[in-house]
């Protein structure tokens, strides 16, 4: 099982930007699909965006394409999420999601490993 540790995040002002990260333990890593989800307080959890194992396909959610941006570092077993012109929308804890079975854009239902989620503030 692999596990996922997220660092990064924290309190920002609208317009900021900030980078989260999320590291994987096993060296699979470079089979899985990658990407974040989001929730925030009273919300369901949402799909921010993912990325194929190899890098070369992303998807996003309409509410943040063109100001996030995901990549990966296979070597370092590491997937990245640039978050850019940040909005108090984008106020949520964010969660690293692995997903064996997808090929670019991966659901809760199939993902296989969770990171432990980091808060994301965006203040006006």
């Known amino acids: 099982q692999v596990q996922l540790v997220q660092s990064g995040g924290g309190l920002v002002q609208t317009g900021g930007s900030l980078r989260l990260s999320c590291i994987a333990s096993e060296p699979i890593f470079d089979s899985y699909a990658m990407g974040w989800f989001r929730q925030a307080p009273g919300k369901q959890r949402e799909f921010v965006g993912s990325i194929s194992w190899d890098g070369d396909y992303t998807v996003y959610s309409d509410s943040v394409k063109g100001r996030f941006t995901i990549s990966r570092d296979n070597a370092k077993r590491a997937v990245y999420l640039q978050m850019s012109s940040l909005k108090s929308e984008d106020t949520a804890v964010y969660y690293c999601?692995?997903?064996?079975?997808?090929?670019?854009?991966?659901?809760?239902?199939?993902?296989?490993?969770w990171g432990q989620g980091t808060q994301v503030t965006v203040s006006s």
């Open positions: 999601a692995g997903d064996r079975q997808s090929g670019v854009r991966i659901t809760a239902v199939t993902v296989g490993a």
